[in-house]
């Protein structure tokens, strides 16, 4: 069956623009999540969400990162106002539930921002 | 607060050997599942291990097995008979408590040289 799906696979954004990212999780996953991943580090948690709601959105860096999932299926992650240090790949990741079921992820989307 | 410590950044080994990575971890929980993701350059984050801790027995998938220390924290992996396609990025990752998503350690990159 289909994968976690990310679009775009990268996007190109100047300091101080807006820009969306989607994912689209297997269906039928529950649990939504997003990770933040900068070069030669591993993934940072950013925000989960059961169903529609943000179970835990403690990884947020700050006010200028928003995410919604508003039907429980596809998620939009929204970062306003871009800057340099915002350049990561983001990547997404879905599962039927937390704890003992492992999370599928996808294939990210690398952001830049110049 | 939950680490995962994984302190060996590179590694290489030769086609067909054995190779060990190690992983650490601080967790205040008694029953949680423990994971081994593997990062590939194509980016996708591939599930390629897990292990209950509440089981003693060590979780094994063809190639790949881990040596679970629960008292020591240690949750290592094993490749045997290495492969040219197991060169990748290789993630340790538990989740911080019961509910919460996976933390990932830093990472280790394993080269496997012909």
Known sequence: ?114 | AQTVTQSQPEMSVQEAETVTLSCTYDTSENNYYLFWYKQPPSRQMILVIRQEAYKQQNATENRFSVNFQKAAKSFSLKISDSQLGDTAMYFCALPISGNTPLVFGKGTRLSVIA
Do not use: M
């Not at chain 1, 997003?34 to 591993?42: F, K």
């Open chain 1, 1 to 114: 069956g289909a994968g976690v799906s990310q679009t775009p696979s990268n996007k190109v954004t100047e300091k101080g623009k807006y820009v969306e990212l989607r994912c689209d999780p297997i269906s039928g996953h529950t649990a939504l999540y997003w990770y933040r991943q900068s070069l030669g580090q591993g993934p940072e948690f950013l925000i989960y969400f059961q169903g529609t709601g943000a179970a835990d959105d403690s990884g947020l860096p700050n006010d200028r990162f928003f995410a919604v999932r508003p039907e429980g299926s596809v998620s939009t992650l929204k970062i306003q106002r871009t800057e340099r240090g915002d350049s990561a790949v983001y990547l997404c990741a879905s599962s039927l539930g937390q704890g003992r079921s492992p999370l599928h992820f996808g294939n990210g989307t690398r952001l830049t921002v110049t």
